[in-house]
Every structure is written in C-alpha cells, then in structure tokens.
C-alpha cells in the first residue's frame, strides 16, 4: 500500500492535529479529523508560533496561509521588551529576529488564528466530524475510536492529537490518569481597545495604531505579558502566578478581576497593568491551572498504529513558548514518515517518534527553568546587571531555524534500518539529539549592551 491509500483518523483539531491533517492530505492520504467542540474561532486568547513552527505554515499553498495569517497577527512588532514588576527597562531584542522570519512567526488572537488554518484545511477535502467527543480507543491491526454517541470509527492509523487531557494516555498507554499541579496557574484575557481606552494616560500606548507591542514584567513567583496588535485595537495578556490548588476534572475556571489585581499589588506592579486588568471585561477573564505532565517513554500504543502527538505526547508549559510549535512539527514529521513508510503504519510511527522524542524532551523540560529563572532573580545581584538576557523568552537558533520538514527527510531511511534490524537501546538513545540545549549562550542571538536598572 502506498501512502495514497492510507485512511488517517486524527483526534482533536488543534494546532497539531490540524497540522498533521493537512501534512498528510497534502500527501494524497485520506483523513478525517474528531472534534468534541463545534467551533473555536470564539475561544481564547494569545498564542504564538515562533519560525519553527511558522516555517510549517508559511510552506501551505505556496505562502497563501501563511499572508492570510499575518494580517490577523502581530505585524508592526518592533522590539520584545523585558522590565521589572515595576517598570524599568532589563533588557530589549527584536520582535523578528531576523527578516525572513516575518512570515514565520505569528501572534495573535488563538480562534481568529485557528479559523484561517481550518479554512486551508477544509478546502483542501479533510473531512470533519465537529461536535463529536471520542470516549474509547481501540488499539488492533485496524484501530478505532468510538464517540460518545456510539458511532464508531476505524482508520489504519489513529493519532491521538486531543491535548494533555486526552484518554489516550490512560487508554492507549496504559498510564495512571495523574494530573500533577505544576504550582502555577495563568490569568489570561484577551479585549477589543477602544477610542474611550485612548483617553486614559495608563492605556494610551497600547493603543498606538503604528506599533504592536511585545512586553513582559517579571517579579517575584509572577510574571505578565501584554501583547497588542491589528492597529491598536486588539490586546491580550497573560499573568503567571502560583497556585497550588488540587487539580479537578476541568482546569479552567472563570478569573476574578479582584484576584489578578491583588496578585500585582503583592508584585509591585507598575499601575498601567493594574488598570489593564481593570478595564478587562470580567466575562473574558480565566483562570487555567498549569498542569504538568512527566515526559512519557513512549508514545505508541503496542500495535504501533496508535501515536500520541502534541500537547498529548508532551504538554510544555508556556514559558516554552514552544508548546504549539513543537505540536506542528510532530504533525509534519509524522506525515512524512507515513508518506515514506509506504503503507507500513507501526515502521512510520516508530521513526517518528524517534525522529521527535528528544528535541521535544528538551524543549518541555525547559518550561520549567525558564519559568524559575523569571521568578527568582536577584535584582541586586552581579548576575542580572552582566546577562540582563536571563529574563527573555528564550529563542535559540537551534529550536527556531529548525526545519521539521527536512529533518524527518534526512533521517527516516538510517532510522527505519534501525527499526527493521531491532536495533536495541533507550527511548533516548535512538532517537535523534535534541540539537542543542538553553544555555545562557544560546538565548540570544545579538548580544547587546545591557541596561542599567537601578
């Protein structure tokens, strides 16, 4: 069988699953993509995806995608600017990098970005079954998922793309349904600026129709980031806090307005973030529990027709700012490997995870070290005042030029020699290195003159 003939059933029709759908469609492959929610063009507030994962976009229908996207994202960024909780000015690097990463790398509004990539995704024939929850996989030489309706679906290969929430890590894995509270939770809101936002002397700059913003505020066990755009009118921010809340069925709950405001009255935070908070619509505030999930061993079920991807296979917090982008290129790299595999489902699935496993280890386990490296800084220390850097939101050249796409070609056929000779070693050891790590070093790409903060 050739990859042609392949039926492909994805679950869940997020950034990931969307990308390995339209990845393996592009390929000839028939796919059909399960959703449990109907729509999500509403839902959300900011997401970002830096070169690496935009480089996936920018390549679908010759850039098309991709200029439709920008226009909806983040286009006038100038700088990404880094301050204390009080307002001073540690640290500025370019929003774009370098200039061929304007059309790959996308910020913005989560639905308004997601509807554009549905749209691509629909009009090149993926068939969607909206509204739909899956309630059982079903691991054999032809696996399955059945919905909560009783339908029941087959395909020659599933790939369960439906989040850290997904069954299939107890179902398919055979894990324990641990849900592990990281210590942190995010307040995140997303509104619309308006001419009466323009009058007041604390939101003003934000509501500049020239420049988007990119900015972050970093204090102790917090830190927020406001992201404007679309010519002033939009604006997003997230508030990273701890909470050490036991973990329930639904992370999500609604925010209290009065809870973010006294979270930056105990950071000493500057007031024009107070009043952001303040004119929030209280109905777009939420409050999400971060969840941490150890790093799997594997993400194939014993058939090897079954994978995990995504947020499902290794959910990054987002101080990653990698959690989206390390989704779309698992979906790359497994339709490049079914396509290759020719119609061998558990040979592809094997070489993808090896293809994947380490780069996205290293990524995820570094969430969690940005994060700490934020919230405890000695602001009167010899180390801050040298590497003002260390409160940036890492952008190694190694994680973000990295082509998905080419890396999967290179490997599949030494990785594939070594699943057909049953090559013996750790999950780790066979797979491909990670290509770098997060060293101070690493994290920028211009070392600039630091800034005195005090």
Known sequence: MSSNGLEVLIVGAGFGGLTAAIECRNRGMHVTVVE?????AAYGDIIDF???????????????????LIKICINQGDQFEYYKADGKLVWQEDWILEPHHFY????????QM?????????????EFKLGEKVVQYEDGDKPAVVLESGTRYTADVVLAADGPKSIARQQVLGLPDTKVNSGYAIFRAYYTLTEEHMKSPLLKEFCDPTRDHTKLWVAKDLHMIIYTWNHGKDLGWVLTHKDTADIGE???????????????KEGEFEEKLLEVVRVTPPENL??????WRDPLNTWLSPSGRIALIG???HCHLPTSAQ?????????VAVAIALHRAKGDVPLALRVFERIRFNRSHVTHMASISTRDGYHNVDWDGDEIRNNPEIVNLPRPAWVIEHDAAANAEEHFERLADDVRAGRQGSIEELSVPAGGDYELSSRVVAKKKPIPIR
């Open 250 to 264: 639904s992370w999500s709950f609604p925010g209290k307005i009065s809870d973010v405001l006294d979270c930056l």
């Open 104 to 111: 790959r790398q996308y910020a913005g509004h989560r639905g």
């Open 286 to 291: 939420v409050d999400y529990k971060l969840v």
């Open 114 to 126: 997601h509807a554009v990539i549905m749209e691509y995704a629909q009009e090149i024939g993926i």
């Open 36 to 40: 449990t929610y109907a729509t999500s």
């Open 50 to 68: 830096f070169p690496n994962g935009g480089r996936i976009i920018e390549a679908w229908d010759g850039g098309r995608v991709g200029r439709d």
């Open 323 to 331: 959690g989206g982008s390390q989704a779309m290129e698992d979906g």
């Open 311 to 313: 947020d499902a296979a």
